[in-house]
């Protein structure tokens, strides 16, 4: 079974910077894509950036130039660097993975449970 656990969400100012991690762990053969996604209160889930296994990227329109998604293969791990945050960032923000549990299978997509941004001064 495979588990996405997420980190570093919290309570920042506007301005202000966080990192979220997102450690994959199981039973898997290879990990493809990996993203992040986001859904405020009332609204629907949105992405917000994806990376893929060759280290492609891309952002929705509202964070290019302050997010930046990166990944440690090595260590099954996506990270997002969120600078210059603003109010209309805040909400819960999900990790996603496609993975495949044995050599040439079918991708599966696996989401974490989220961890909550909130910008606020």
């Known amino acids: 079974q495979v588990q996405l656990v997420e980190s570093g969400g919290g309570l920042v100012q506007p301005g202000g910077s966080l990192r979220l991690s997102c450690a994959v762990s199981?039973?898997?053969?290879?990990?493809?894509?990996m993203g992040w996604y986001r859904q405020a209160p009332g609204k629907q889930r949105e992405l917000v950036a994806a990376?893929?296994?060759?280290?492609?990227?891309n952002y929705a329109d509202s964070v290019k130039g302050r997010f930046t998604i990166s990944r440690d293969n090595a260590k099954s791990t996506v990270y997002l660097q969120m600078n210059s945050l603003k109010p209309g960032d805040t909400a819960v923000y999900y990790c996603?993975?496609?993975?495949?549990?044995?050599?040439?299978?079918?991708?599966?997509?696996?989401w974490g449970r989220g961890t909550q941004v909130t910008v606020s001064s």
């Open positions: 996603n993975a496609a993975v495949r549990y044995n050599s040439g299978g079918v991708l599966y997509e696996n």
């Open positions: 199981g039973s898997i053969f290879s990990i493809n894509a």
């Open positions: 990376i893929t296994s060759g280290g492609s990227t």
